[in-house]
Protein backbone atom coordinates (compact mmCIF):
# COMPACT_ATOMS: atom_id res chain seq x y z
CA UNK A 1 0.00 0.00 0.00
CA UNK A 2 2.71 2.64 0.43
CA UNK A 3 4.82 1.47 -2.70
CA UNK A 4 1.56 2.23 -4.13
CA UNK A 5 1.16 5.55 -2.98
CA UNK A 6 4.84 6.61 -3.04
CA UNK A 7 4.49 5.41 -6.76
CA UNK A 8 1.51 8.16 -7.46
CA UNK A 9 3.38 10.87 -5.45
CA UNK A 10 5.90 10.80 -7.68
CA UNK A 11 4.07 10.76 -11.00
CA UNK A 12 1.90 13.79 -9.92
CA UNK A 13 5.28 15.54 -9.13
CA UNK A 14 6.48 14.78 -12.48
CA UNK A 15 3.74 16.20 -14.07
CA UNK A 16 3.59 18.94 -11.94
CA UNK A 17 7.09 19.86 -13.17
CA UNK A 18 6.04 19.46 -16.96
CA UNK A 19 3.61 22.17 -16.37
CA UNK A 20 5.74 24.25 -14.82
CA UNK A 21 8.35 24.55 -17.41
CA UNK A 22 5.15 24.86 -20.03
CA UNK A 23 4.07 28.07 -17.97
CA UNK A 24 7.91 29.58 -18.32
CA UNK A 25 8.16 29.37 -21.81
CA UNK A 26 4.84 30.89 -22.06
CA UNK A 27 5.77 34.02 -20.08
CA UNK A 28 9.60 34.33 -22.02
CA UNK A 29 7.69 34.02 -25.68
CA UNK A 30 5.68 37.57 -25.42
CA UNK A 31 8.27 40.29 -24.41
CA UNK A 32 7.39 43.58 -22.87
CA UNK A 33 9.50 46.68 -24.35
CA UNK A 34 10.05 48.54 -21.10
CA UNK A 35 11.83 51.44 -23.27
CA UNK A 36 14.09 52.27 -26.18
CA UNK A 37 17.22 54.79 -26.91
CA UNK A 38 18.62 56.09 -30.50
CA UNK A 39 21.94 56.41 -31.30
CA UNK A 40 23.22 58.66 -33.95
CA UNK A 41 26.20 57.35 -36.00
CA UNK A 42 28.11 59.86 -37.78
CA UNK A 43 31.38 59.68 -39.89
CA UNK A 44 32.73 62.99 -42.08
CA UNK A 45 34.98 61.44 -44.83
CA UNK A 46 37.97 63.03 -46.14
CA UNK A 47 38.54 63.28 -50.34
CA UNK A 48 40.58 61.11 -51.92
CA UNK A 49 43.34 62.67 -53.70
CA UNK A 50 43.55 60.08 -56.44
CA UNK A 51 42.06 62.22 -59.27
CA UNK A 52 38.95 62.22 -61.31
CA UNK A 53 37.68 62.45 -65.05
CA UNK A 54 35.43 65.20 -65.45
CA UNK A 55 33.91 66.95 -68.49
CA UNK A 56 32.89 70.78 -68.73
CA UNK A 57 30.99 72.97 -71.12
CA UNK A 58 31.78 76.81 -71.54
CA UNK A 59 28.69 77.49 -72.38
CA UNK A 60 25.12 76.59 -72.39
CA UNK A 61 23.72 78.00 -75.75
CA UNK A 62 24.25 78.40 -79.31
CA UNK A 63 22.49 80.34 -81.99
CA UNK A 64 22.18 79.23 -85.45
CA UNK A 65 22.04 81.55 -88.32
CA UNK A 66 21.19 81.27 -92.17
CA UNK A 67 24.19 81.51 -94.03
CA UNK A 68 24.75 79.05 -97.36
CA UNK A 69 21.46 78.54 -98.37
CA UNK A 70 20.55 77.31 -102.09
CA UNK A 71 17.69 76.25 -104.48
CA UNK A 72 17.46 72.79 -102.48
CA UNK A 73 17.73 73.46 -98.96
CA UNK A 74 18.21 76.10 -96.60
CA UNK A 75 21.30 76.32 -94.09
CA UNK A 76 21.98 77.24 -90.83
CA UNK A 77 25.04 77.56 -89.35
CA UNK A 78 26.52 78.39 -85.92
CA UNK A 79 29.24 76.85 -83.53
CA UNK A 80 29.71 74.46 -80.25
CA UNK A 81 30.61 75.89 -76.91
CA UNK A 82 33.92 74.52 -75.72
CA UNK A 83 34.04 71.12 -74.25
CA UNK A 84 36.69 70.55 -71.98
CA UNK A 85 37.52 67.12 -70.53
CA UNK A 86 40.08 66.83 -67.30
CA UNK A 87 42.48 63.93 -66.49
CA UNK A 88 43.67 64.49 -63.14
CA UNK A 89 44.45 61.01 -62.21
CA UNK A 90 47.94 59.44 -61.50
CA UNK A 91 47.16 55.68 -61.91
CA UNK A 92 44.64 54.50 -65.00
CA UNK A 93 45.27 50.72 -65.73
CA UNK A 94 46.05 49.71 -69.00
CA UNK A 95 43.87 50.25 -72.17
CA UNK A 96 41.07 52.39 -70.41
CA UNK A 97 40.51 55.23 -72.56
CA UNK A 98 38.11 58.07 -72.61
CA UNK A 99 35.24 59.56 -75.50
CA UNK A 100 33.08 62.09 -76.10
CA UNK A 101 29.61 62.00 -78.01
CA UNK A 102 26.84 64.43 -78.99
CA UNK A 103 23.26 63.28 -79.23
CA UNK A 104 20.91 65.90 -80.63
CA UNK A 105 17.06 66.47 -79.81
CA UNK A 106 14.31 67.31 -81.88
CA UNK A 107 14.11 71.00 -83.30
CA UNK A 108 10.92 71.59 -81.48
CA UNK A 109 8.95 75.00 -82.96
CA UNK A 110 7.49 77.57 -80.31
CA UNK A 111 4.19 77.71 -82.50
CA UNK A 112 3.55 73.99 -83.08
CA UNK A 113 5.73 73.36 -86.41
CA UNK A 114 6.37 70.13 -87.12
CA UNK A 115 9.69 68.95 -85.82
CA UNK A 116 13.07 68.99 -87.46
CA UNK A 117 14.63 65.75 -86.58
CA UNK A 118 18.12 65.43 -85.56
CA UNK A 119 19.68 64.20 -88.34
CA UNK A 120 19.27 67.58 -89.97
CA UNK A 121 21.87 68.83 -87.57
CA UNK A 122 25.68 68.11 -88.61
CA UNK A 123 28.98 68.89 -87.28
CA UNK A 124 32.65 68.85 -88.05
CA UNK A 125 34.32 68.72 -84.45
CA UNK A 126 37.98 70.27 -84.13
CA UNK A 127 40.15 70.06 -80.91
CA UNK A 128 41.96 73.47 -80.00
CA UNK A 129 44.11 72.55 -77.09
CA UNK A 130 47.77 71.96 -78.21
CA UNK A 131 48.62 67.49 -78.09
CA UNK A 132 51.01 65.09 -78.61
CA UNK A 133 48.28 63.06 -80.50
CA UNK A 134 47.03 61.43 -77.04
CA UNK A 135 43.49 62.55 -78.32
CA UNK A 136 42.04 63.15 -81.54
CA UNK A 137 38.59 64.61 -83.22
CA UNK A 138 36.17 63.17 -83.77
CA UNK A 139 34.68 62.92 -88.00
CA UNK A 140 32.50 65.67 -89.36
CA UNK A 141 29.20 64.29 -89.70
CA UNK A 142 26.69 65.07 -92.21
CA UNK A 143 22.64 65.84 -92.62
CA UNK A 144 20.45 63.12 -94.21
CA UNK A 145 19.84 66.09 -96.60
CA UNK A 146 23.29 65.72 -97.62
CA UNK A 147 22.99 62.03 -97.53
CA UNK A 148 25.84 59.33 -97.82
CA UNK A 149 27.06 56.74 -95.42
CA UNK A 150 27.79 60.06 -92.95
CA UNK A 151 24.78 61.80 -93.55
CA UNK A 152 22.98 60.92 -90.14
CA UNK A 153 23.09 63.78 -88.04
CA UNK A 154 23.92 64.10 -84.93
CA UNK A 155 22.60 60.90 -83.31
CA UNK A 156 25.89 59.50 -80.45
CA UNK A 157 28.37 60.99 -82.60
CA UNK A 158 32.06 61.30 -81.33
CA UNK A 159 33.64 64.77 -80.58
CA UNK A 160 36.64 63.96 -78.85
CA UNK A 161 38.59 60.94 -78.00
CA UNK A 162 41.65 59.91 -76.55
CA UNK A 163 43.83 57.91 -78.70
CA UNK A 164 45.34 54.68 -77.08
CA UNK A 165 47.38 52.87 -79.84
CA UNK A 166 46.70 49.55 -77.83
CA UNK A 167 45.22 48.08 -75.17
CA UNK A 168 49.20 48.37 -73.28
CA UNK A 169 48.79 51.84 -73.82
CA UNK A 170 47.97 54.08 -70.65
CA UNK A 171 46.14 57.01 -70.52
CA UNK A 172 47.82 60.25 -69.68
CA UNK A 173 46.74 62.83 -67.38
CA UNK A 174 46.20 66.43 -69.08
CA UNK A 175 43.28 68.81 -70.15
CA UNK A 176 41.90 69.30 -73.41
CA UNK A 177 39.27 71.38 -75.30
CA UNK A 178 37.33 70.57 -78.44
CA UNK A 179 34.41 72.00 -80.37
CA UNK A 180 32.66 72.11 -83.55
CA UNK A 181 31.29 73.83 -86.33
CA UNK A 182 27.63 72.89 -86.89
CA UNK A 183 24.86 73.00 -89.46
CA UNK A 184 21.41 72.61 -90.08
CA UNK A 185 19.83 71.73 -93.56
CA UNK A 186 16.30 71.44 -93.70
CA UNK A 187 13.49 71.18 -97.02
CA UNK A 188 12.84 74.78 -98.69
CA UNK A 189 9.55 74.29 -97.63
CA UNK A 190 10.85 73.96 -93.75
CA UNK A 191 7.92 76.23 -91.74
CA UNK A 192 8.97 79.43 -90.69
CA UNK A 193 9.72 80.12 -86.93
CA UNK A 194 11.62 79.80 -84.30
CA UNK A 195 13.07 76.16 -83.31
CA UNK A 196 14.60 74.75 -80.09
CA UNK A 197 17.30 71.75 -80.04
CA UNK A 198 19.56 70.21 -76.60
CA UNK A 199 22.54 68.76 -77.85
CA UNK A 200 23.81 66.60 -74.88
CA UNK A 201 27.40 65.95 -74.49
CA UNK A 202 28.43 62.71 -72.14
CA UNK A 203 31.93 61.59 -71.44
CA UNK A 204 32.29 58.01 -71.75
CA UNK A 205 35.24 55.62 -70.09
CA UNK A 206 36.10 52.15 -71.71
CA UNK A 207 38.63 49.54 -72.04
CA UNK A 208 39.84 47.65 -75.09
Not at 67 to 77: D, E, I, L, V
Not at 148 to 161: F, P, S
Amino acid sequence: MMKKSMVARCAAGVVGGLLLTGVGVAAFADPTENGTGDVDVSVEIAPTDDGSLSLTVAGTTSTLTENGTTASYRQFTGALPNVTVTDTREDVAPGVFWYVTGQASDFVGSAGQPNITPDHLGWTPRVVTANNGEVSEGDTVDTSIDGGANGVGLVGQELLALALDSAEAQAASGQWTANADLVLKTPVTVAPGSYTSTVTLSLFEDSY
